[in-house]
C-alpha cells in the first residue's frame, strides 16, 4: 500500500512537471524543478520526523546494540547482493555473499554479529539498478524519490520493480510485524548517516547539487565496482588552461 | 607561540624534505600513521578541540596537497576565466572550506585499519592512484583514493575519493552555476561567505 502510494505521488509529481522548461542546465537532470521541490519536500520531512527519531535511537540505544541491529539487516540483505553479484557473472562475489550469509545466519547468532567480515569475507554492495548497469543500461535522468531520496529513473523503477521484490522483508507474510521491521529498518539507516548528512550541509554551498553530484558518482563507481573508468573532462588533462569538454 | 610557530615551520620544512624521492603508497602510509598515531595519544584532539585539530592538519597533512591544482580541477571550465588574483582567492577559499569541512571528521576517528592496495606505477609515471580501504569492525569498509601527481617538492595529492565520491569534483556543478549567475567574483564571494557561516560560535555546536 505505502509502495502503491509512493508511486502514486511518484507519478503524479513527474506528469506535472514534465512540461516544465528547468534551467539547471545539468544534462543528467533534466527534471530539476520537479526535484528541487522534492528534495526540499524530504528535507522538511527529514527534519521534522525522521532525523530527530534517528537522534533518539542513537541517543538511547547502546552503540552494541545498534551494530547488532544493524548487522541483522545487512545480513538479510546479503541474499540479494549475492542474487545481484551471479546476474553480473560475478560467480565468485555472490558465493562469498552466500557463505557470508549462512556463516553470520549460524555463528553469528541470526546475523547480530557480523564474523564473516573477520573471516575475510567482505560485505559488498549490489541491487538489481547496478545489476543493469552492468548489463550496460545507463542511469536515465536523475530522480530525486519522495521520502527515499535521491535516484535515477534506471534505479528508482528498479527499486520498485525487482529489488523490493528481492528483499527478505518484503516476504515476512504478517503485515505489522513486517512494517516495524522496515521502520526499525529505516530509523537503523538514518542513524547511521548523521555524521554524512552532518558533513554534507557544512561543505556543500548548494546541498540539493552537492548530494545530486555525489549520489552519481557513486551509482557510477559502484556499479563498476569502485573501479569505473575515468570520464573525459578536465581531470584528465593538465592542471589548468583546458576547457571543459562535454560529457556524451 | 612564536617558538611554537618556529618548530612547525621547521618540521614542515622537514616532511617537504623527506617528501622529495618516497614514493607515492609509501608517502600516504606515513602521513596516515604520523596523524592517527597522534590522535590515538591526544586527548584534546579526540575530545573535538578544533585548534590542535587544524595545527596538526596544517603542520602534518596540507603540506602534501596541491590546493591550486584541486581548485582548479572543482571550477573546471570557469578556471581559465579567472584571473591571478582570483584564481589566489578561489584557492584560499576553498582550502579554507575543505580544511574546515573534512578535518572534524579526524576526531571521530575510532580503530580504523587503514589497508593499501597494491600500487599500479609503471616507471615514469607522474600521476598515479593510491587506493587504500578503511575498515572498522562491523561495518562495510569504505574505499578512500588519491589521486597523486609527482612535482619537483614530492608527491602530492590532487584528489580525495571517498567511496566513489570525489570531493573536488563534487563541487564542480556548483562552482559552474555560481559562475554563470555572478561571474567568478560570485563565486569567490559565495566560498567566503559559506566559510564565515562555519566560523566555529561562541558555543560549540553539538557533535
Known amino acids: 500500500m505505502l509502495r502503491f502510494l509512493l508511486g502514486l505521488l511518484l507519478l503524479g509529481a513527474l506528469g506535472g512537471v514534465a512540461g516544465c522548461a528547468t534551467t539547471g542546465g545539468n544534462p543528467d537532470d533534466p527534471l530539476e524543478g520537479y526535484n528541487r521541490a522534492m528534495f526540499r519536500f524530504n528535507d522538511g520531512v527529514d527534519k521534522a520526523v525522521i532525523k530527530p527519531v534517528a537522534q533518539g535511537y542513537k541517543a538511547v540505544m547502546p552503540e552494541f546494540a545498534r551494530t547488532g541491529v544493524s548487522n541483522f539487516f545487512a545480513n538479510l540483505g546479503d541474499l540479494w547482493i549475492g542474487v ?6 560475478k560467480l565468485g562475489e555472490g558465493a562469498s555473499d552466500f557463505g557470508r550469509f549462512a556463516l553470520n545466519s549460524t555463528v553469528g547468532v541470526l546475523g547480530l554479529f557480523d564474523v564473516a567480515s573477520n573471516a575475510g569475507l567482505d560485505k559488498h554492495n549490489e541491487d538489481f539498478g547496478q545489476t543493469l548497469g552492468r548489463w550496460g543500461v545507463g542511469s536515465g535522468a536523475y530522480v530525486v524519490l519522495p521520502i527515499l531520496g ?17 528483499d527478505p522483508l518484503w516476504h515476512v507474510g504478517n503485515v505489522p510485524t513486517r512494517n516495524e521491521l522496515y521502520g526499525v529498518r529505516a530509523v537503523d539507516t538514518r542513524a547511521n548517516l ?3 548528512s552532518r558533513l554534507a550541509e557544512e561543505a556543500a554551498l548548494d546541498q540539493y547539487a552537492y548530494v545530486r553530484s555525489a549520489y552519481l558518482q557513486q551509482r557510477r563507481s559502484l556499479v563498476y565496482d569502485g573501479n569505473p573508468p575515468r570520464e573525459p573532462g578536465p581531470a584528465e588533462g593538465p592542471a589548468s588552461a583546458e576547457p571543459e569538454k562535454q560529457r556524451p | 607561540m612564536k617558538r611554537l610557530l618556529a618548530a612547525l615551520s621547521l618540521a614542515l620544512f622537514a616532511a617537504a624534505a623527506a617528501a622529495q624521492d618516497i614514493a607515492p603508497d609509501a608517502l600516504i602510509k606515513r602521513i596516515s600513521d604520523e596523524v592517527i598515531d597522534i590522535i590515538k595519544s591526544d586527548k584534546d584532539i579526540k575530545a573535538g578541540n578544533q585548534e590542535k585539530i587544524n595545527a596538526l592538519v596544517e603542520a602534518k597533512v596540507l603540506p602534501h596537497f596541491n590546493f591550486n591544482r584541486m581548485t582548479a580541477l572543482a571550477v573546471g571550465r570557469g578556471w581559465p576565466k579567472a584571473n591571478a588574483a582570483q584564481k589566489k582567492a578561489l584557492e584560499d577559499e576553498f582550502r579554507t572550506l575543505l580544511v ?10 575510532k580503530n580504523e585499519v587503514i589497508e593499501f592496495k597494491p600500487l599500479r606505477m609503471a616507471t615514469g609515471d607522474t600521476d598515479v592512484t593510491v587506493r587504500t580501504q578503511v575498515k572498522r569492525p562491523g561495518n562495510q569498509p569504505v574505499s578512500i583514493d588519491y589521486s597523486m601527481e609527482k612535482t619537483p617538492s614530492g608527491w602530492k595529492v590532487y584528489d580525495v575519493v571517498v567511496a566513489g565520491v570525489s570531493l573536488v569534483t563534487n563541487y564542480r556543478d556548483t562552482f559552474n552555476a555560481e559562475i554563470r549567475d555572478g561571474g567568478v567574483d560570485g563565486l569567490i564571494k559565495a566560498l567566503a561567505s559559506k566559510n564565515r557561516s562555519l566560523e566555529p560560535q561562541a558555543g560549540a555546536k553539538p557533535k
Open chain 1, 194 to 196: 548523521l555524521d554524512a
Open chain 2, 100 to 109: 574546515h569541512t573534512y578535518s572534524g571528521a579526524l576526531s571521530t576517528y
Open chain 1, 84 to 89: 545481484n553479484n551471479i546476474l553480473q557473472g
Open chain 1, 150 to 166: 535521491p535516484s535515477t529513473v534506471r534505479d528508482g523503477i528498479s527499486l520498485f520493480a525487482v529489488d523490493w521484490h528481492g
